[in-house]
């Protein structure tokens, strides 16, 4: 055979296999599944179970995990048994993509659920978005999410991350004039999570002529945050802002602690919202007045609250300020599924897109609606320690008690 | 210049949490020319089980370390025999980082399957308590952490230059060869230092459960760190361990609190490769045998 012939043949045989692997691939692509329509809805998820986010992470796969028991339990969706495939990625950007793609490609499952966190979600949801699944991700709301402007992508809490920071701001510049602070200190993890919610705290503040007396980003490594809250410490700022995850945040406290510097007011962007690990980290006589954002809480009155909260207690034990909003927001997630599947009569991926993108969905965290980049157009609230309990003390609208300001002293 | 002030305080501090660390890191080397990987994890093991003790018994993490360091002795005995005896003696220096890495995700699976991966801390009465001087806090815990690893240090002292078993130790360090021939069992003198290496894990690991909050990843953080400090002072130095956590604590803290925490985790890695340029032995490494 002549070199020209063989060259031929090398190449056709390249061909044959490309035009295979596409269409194996687009079998296994869109609203595939390879389950059949009759069989169980296979869901995917890639979730932290162990790494940097696992405390997150859990109470994610909870509240997936609970939803789907649920559903089942009164017959599934469309009459299909909801199967969860639930992978771990070590809280690592890197194994997040391997996981959706062996999901998609390898498992192919009908549906993918979102993992946690922004670092995990950005890479996610474009994989999901190159195989055209929809990609409903109860957490994961930063800015570098919608800034991809994937039209598969939706964050099913009530408005991007940002905007937790956003309600806070509100809160502490509608405050009268004489109880307002005047300074204001920066401790941020460098995290595309945490770090932007912080930031825009600080350009309200600012702006509203609140002084930056302190800013720092820590990168995740770091061991030891004493050094850091101490110079912060040093500035003797009214009000600190932590960008936090979890266990920077439970770190920041307990050295504000040991320095004994209690500042007038502090929010954290996440961690002080755990209503088991927060308290268990840093004693529970050590949380009063600290505040966070949270989408969901005890009592809230939205659609299948009280259900998902008796299911809750039931399945994994405590009591209802026990429940993690991480938690609902995943069950939340599954609500979403179950209500396009009612309202269509179908449950597929490109029904799921384009129904999500038009009106608004009633879900634990409340009626939920999105643009065209996956952002959600409501508010937060804000909810605040208060004895050993977080209760939501803003917007004025889903207040539960009043807001204790200044913020009592360590161990009070 | 408060923030220097109360950063060198802290850095100093902490040295004493590190300096325990890196003491059992560096005499594991010192005895068997093993560079423990694992002591990160036993470090954390040992937080796990006195956080344990402390939630089940109420037992005082400090009232605790009696029990740990038993538990971590046996472990590091029990790793020594099962892991590292089978090693050829030629290739055991290369392949013990291999096997010691393998401890160490060993010890991190047990350690998620028993406790899960949710950050834990061991919140005594006292753990965030301070004393105030001059305007400065001195934590409690790493105050007590601190004298507690003079404490060790100089049981460890004792152990290695009073007692039958140190001089065993030293006589297998200095000339393993003759040590063989007046009767030491080299074997068993291996076992026991590297069970007496992992058993400074265990008051390691109840003041970290003290001051920091952890899990089973933490180990990752702290290996790195302890290896620094074990290399700036010299491998099988236990001197050298201290002044390699004071020198590597110490810059990390001020860098944090009076430029940026960005930096710091860095600093020591600069003043590392520097001594390392100057001195490729680090600071107390000596040339020849018999550096404990």
Same mark, same amino acid.
């Given at each position: 055979?002549?070199?020209?012939?063989?060259?031929?043949?090398?190449?056709?045989?390249?061909?044959?296999?490309?035009?295979?692997?596409?269409?194996?691939?687009?079998?296994?692509?869109?609203?595939?599944?390879?389950?059949?329509?009759?069989?169980?809805?296979?869901?995917?998820?890639?979730?932290?179970?162990?790494?940097?986010?696992?405390?997150?992470?859990?109470?994610?796969?909870?509240?997936?995990?609970?939803?789907?028991?649920?559903?089942?339990?009164?017959?599934?969706?469309?009459?299909?048994?909801?199967?969860?495939?639930?992978?771990?990625?070590?809280?690592?950007?890197?194994?997040?993509?391997?996981?959706?793609?062996?999901?998609?490609?390898?498992?192919?499952?009908?549906?993918?659920?979102?993992?946690?966190?922004?670092?995990?979600?950005?890479?996610?949801?474009?994989?999901?978005?190159?195989?055209?699944?929809?990609?409903?991700?109860?957490?994961?709301?930063?800015?570098?999410?919608?800034?991809?402007?994937?039209?598969?992508?939706?964050?099913?809490?009530?408005?991007?991350?940002?905007?937790?920071?956003?309600?806070?701001?509100? $809160?502490?510049?509608?405050?009268?004039?004489?109880?307002?602070?005047?300074?204001?200190?920066?401790?941020?993890?460098?995290?595309?999570?945490?770090?932007?919610?912080?930031?825009?705290?600080?350009?309200?503040?600012?702006?509203?002529?609140?002084?930056?007396?302190?800013?720092?980003?820590?990168?995740?490594?770091?061991?030891?945050?004493?050094?850091?809250?101490?110079?912060?410490?040093?500035?003797?700022?009214?009000?600190?802002?932590?960008?936090?995850?979890?266990?920077?945040?439970?770190?920041?406290?307990?050295?504000?602690?040991?320095?004994?510097?209690?500042?007038?007011?502090?929010?954290?962007?996440?961690?002080?919202?755990?209503?088991?690990?927060?308290?268990?980290?840093?004693?529970?006589?050590?949380?009063?007045?600290?505040?966070?954002?949270?989408?969901?809480?005890?009592?809230?009155?939205?659609?299948?609250?009280?259900?998902?909260?008796?299911?809750?207690?039931?399945?994994?034990?405590?009591?209802?300020?026990?429940?993690?909003?991480?938690?609902?927001?995943?069950?939340?997630?599954?609500?979403?599924?179950?209500?396009?599947?009612?309202?269509?009569?179908?449950?597929?991926?490109?029904?799921?897109?384009?129904?999500?993108?038009?009106?608004?969905?009633?879900?634990?965290?409340?009626?939920?609606?999105?643009?065209?980049?996956?952002?959600?157009?409501?508010?937060?609230?804000?909810?605040?320690?208060?004895?050993?309990?977080?209760?939501?003390?803003?917007?004025?609208?889903?207040?539960?008690?009043?807001?204790?300001?200044?913020?009592?002293?360590?161990?009070? | 210049?408060?923030?220097?002030?109360?950063?060198?305080?802290?850095?100093?501090?902490?040295?004493?949490?590190?300096?325990?660390?890196?003491?059992?890191?560096?005499?594991?080397?010192?005895?068997?020319?093993?560079?423990?990987?694992?002591?990160?994890?036993?470090?954390?093991?040992?937080?796990?089980?006195?956080?344990?003790?402390?939630?089940?018994?109420?037992?005082?993490?400090?009232?605790?370390?009696?029990?740990?360091?038993?538990?971590?002795?046996?472990?590091?005995?029990?790793?020594?025999?099962?892991?590292?005896?089978?090693?050829?003696?030629?290739?055991?220096?290369?392949?013990?980082?291999?096997?010691?890495?393998?401890?160490?995700?060993?010890?991190?699976?047990?350690?998620?399957?028993?406790?899960?991966?949710?950050?834990?801390?061991?919140?005594?009465?006292?753990?965030?308590?301070?004393?105030?001087?001059?305007?400065?806090?001195?934590?409690?815990?790493?105050?007590?952490?601190?004298?507690?690893?003079?404490?060790?240090?100089?049981?460890?002292?004792?152990?290695?230059?009073?007692?039958? $078993?140190?001089?065993?130790?030293?006589?297998?360090?200095?000339?393993?060869?003759?040590?063989?021939?007046?009767?030491?069992?080299?074997?068993?003198?291996?076992?026991?230092?590297?069970?007496?290496?992992?058993?400074?894990?265990?008051?390691?690991?109840?003041?970290?459960?003290?001051?920091?909050?952890?899990?089973?990843?933490?180990?990752?953080?702290?290996?790195?760190?302890?290896?620094?400090?074990?290399?700036?002072?010299?491998?099988?130095?236990?001197?050298?361990?201290?002044?390699?956590?004071?020198?590597?604590?110490?810059?990390?803290?001020?860098?944090?609190?009076?430029?940026?925490?960005?930096?710091?985790?860095?600093?020591?890695?600069?003043?590392?490769?520097?001594?390392?340029?100057?001195?490729?032995?680090?600071? $107390?490494?000596?040339?020849?045998?018999?550096?404990?």
């Amino acid at each position: 055979m002549s070199k020209g012939n063989r060259l031929y043949r090398a190449a056709a045989s390249l061909a044959v296999v490309a035009v295979v692997g596409a269409g194996l691939t687009a079998c296994g692509s869109g609203s595939g599944g390879g389950s059949g329509s009759n069989g169980p809805l296979v869901i995917g998820a890639s979730i932290s179970l162990t790494g940097d986010f696992s405390d997150s992470g859990k109470a994610v796969e909870r509240g997936y995990q609970l939803w789907a028991n649920t559903v089942n339990a009164h017959g599934g969706i469309l009459g299909r048994q909801v199967k969860l495939d639930i992978v771990d990625d070590a809280s690592s950007p890197t194994q997040v993509v391997t996981n959706y793609q062996n999901l998609i490609n390898k498992d192919h499952v009908d549906l993918t659920f979102g993992p946690f966190s922004t670092l995990l979600t950005v890479p996610a949801a474009q994989v999901a978005h190159r195989y055209g699944y929809a990609f409903l991700a109860p957490a994961g709301g930063g800015p570098q999410v919608f800034a991809q402007k994937l039209d598969n992508f939706f964050f099913v809490q009530p408005a991007p991350v940002v905007d937790a920071g956003e309600a806070f701001a509100n $809160f502490i510049l509608g405050l009268p004039a004489a109880q307002r602070p005047r300074t204001a200190a920066y401790a941020e993890l460098d995290d595309p999570f945490s770090a932007p919610v912080a930031e825009n705290i600080r350009q309200r503040f600012e702006a509203a002529g609140i002084k930056t007396v302190y800013k720092q980003v820590y990168p995740s490594e770091t061991a030891d945050l004493s050094p850091v809250m101490a110079a912060l410490a040093a500035t003797k700022p009214d009000v600190i802002v932590g960008g936090t995850q979890s266990e920077d945040a439970y770190a920041q406290v307990k050295a504000l602690v040991q320095l004994k510097y209690n500042p007038k007011f502090m929010f954290q962007a996440n961690g002080a919202n755990a209503p088991v690990d927060f308290p268990n980290n840093v004693g529970t006589s050590n949380t009063s007045g600290i505040i966070g954002s949270a989408d969901w809480f005890p009592g809230s009155t939205a659609s299948g609250s009280a259900a998902f909260t008796a299911a809750y207690i039931k399945a994994y034990g405590g009591n209802a300020n026990q429940v993690d909003d991480n938690s609902a927001e995943a069950y939340s997630v599954g609500q979403l599924v179950q209500d396009v599947a009612q309202k269509t009569g179908k449950i597929d991926n490109a029904t799921l897109i384009s129904s999500l993108h038009s009106g608004r969905w009633p879900t634990l965290l409340g009626n939920l609606s999105w643009d065209d980049t996956g952002a959600p157009k409501g508010q937060y609230n804000l909810v605040q320690w208060q004895n050993g309990k977080l209760v939501p003390i803003y917007p004025a609208s889903s207040a539960k008690a009043k807001p204790i300001v200044p913020k009592p002293n360590w161990g009070q | 210049m408060h923030a220097l002030i109360q950063g060198i305080i802290l850095g100093i501090l902490t040295a004493g949490v590190y300096a325990l660390m890196a003491s059992g890191q560096t005499l594991i080397f010192g005895i068997m020319k093993v560079v423990n990987l694992a002591q990160g994890a036993m470090v954390i093991f040992a937080a796990y089980l006195s956080y344990q003790l402390f939630a089940s018994f109420g037992l005082d993490p400090f009232l605790a370390i009696p029990i740990t360091t038993v538990v971590m002795f046996a472990l590091g005995v029990a790793v020594e025999w099962c892991f590292l005896r089978p090693l050829r003696r030629e290739d055991k220096a290369e392949l013990s980082l291999l096997v010691t890495f393998a401890v160490a995700l060993l010890l991190e699976g047990v350690m998620t399957v028993v406790w899960s991966t949710s950050v834990r801390s061991i919140n005594t009465s006292y753990a965030n308590s301070s004393w105030t001087i001059a305007g400065y806090q001195i934590t409690l815990v790493r105050l007590w952490a601190f004298l507690l690893s003079l404490v060790a240090l100089g049981v460890l002292y004792f152990i290695l230059q009073r007692t039958g $078993f140190g001089r065993a130790v030293r006589a297998s360090v200095q000339n393993p060869e003759s040590a063989r021939l007046l009767g030491v069992r080299s074997e068993a003198i291996s076992a026991l230092g590297f069970g007496l290496g992992s058993a400074t894990a265990a008051a390691a690991g109840s003041v970290y459960g003290l001051l920091y909050p952890f899990n089973s990843g933490s180990h990752y953080d702290l290996i790195s760190r302890l290896l620094s400090i074990v290399l700036l002072g010299g491998l099988g130095s236990i001197g050298g361990a201290v002044i390699g956590a004071v020198i590597v604590s110490l810059s990390s803290a001020i860098v944090a609190a009076t430029i940026s925490p960005v930096w710091s985790e860095m600093t020591f890695f600069v003043v590392l490769l520097l001594v390392l340029i100057i001195r490729p032995r680090g600071l $107390f490494g000596v040339a020849s045998r018999g550096a404990i």
